[in-house]
């Protein structure tokens, strides 16, 4: 317990000086050090007007299948640009499957939750065919009764920027960057 809040502390200062950085309008003489410093903020890569211009070029150049300038200051790396279109709701998990039209994503409810009897009958009514919305139903003892639960399965969200860089700075920590 004391070594994880530790950790927690460390981790917590260095982000905290990290952000003052950006307090101070930290500068970098070449592009590639500037994108690699607008994309590093915490706030996003574009709060500060002076990370705006180059942050736009570095998008075009995206776009084009260019890779991310380099940075010859040392502790700065990013990866290769990465794309995840899918994200899910606080409490869900984002899971794949391939059927009739192709691969398919889906959220699953990290926990069980109280859903109709209907999904859990048994008997000639058995409404198991039907359970599309909820996986695994159950009866469980809930506050001394019994109540038909489930993992809820939802549509996922479409991101508006699918597009990803994760951005590491060394000693600092590391952070995703959408676009």
């Known amino acids: 317990m004391k070594i994880s809040l530790a950790k ?14 950006f307090d101070s309008k930290a500068r970098a003489d070449g592009w590639g050090c500037q994108v690699i410093l607008c994309l590093s903020n915490p706030g996003g890569p574009t709060q500060h007007a002076e990370c705006r211009p180059p942050i736009r070029k570095l998008w075009d150049r995206l776009a084009k299948g260019r890779s991310i300038p380099s940075c010859s200051g040392a502790g700065f790396h990013s990866s290769r640009p990465g794309y995840d279109p899918y994200s899910c709701n606080e409490g869900y998990k984002l899971i794949g499957s391939f059927g009739a ?23 000639r009514d058995n409404h198991a065919g039907k359970r599309g919305s ?14 038909c639960m489930a993992q809820i399965i939802t549509r996922p969200n479409l991101r508006r920027r699918p597009h990803y860089i994760d951005v590491t700075i060394e000693g600092v920590g590391k952070q995703r960057v959408w676009y």
């Open 8 to 21: 927690a502390f460390v981790a917590a200062a260095s982000l905290a000086s990290f952000s003052l950085v």
């Open 101 to 123: 039209g192709g691969r398919h994503a889906t959220c699953v409810s990290t926990s069980f939750q109280p859903v109709g009897n209907r999904f859990c009958s048994s008997g």
């Open 134 to 147: 909820v996986l695994s139903p159950r009866w469980r003892r809930v506050g001394g009764r019994f109540q």
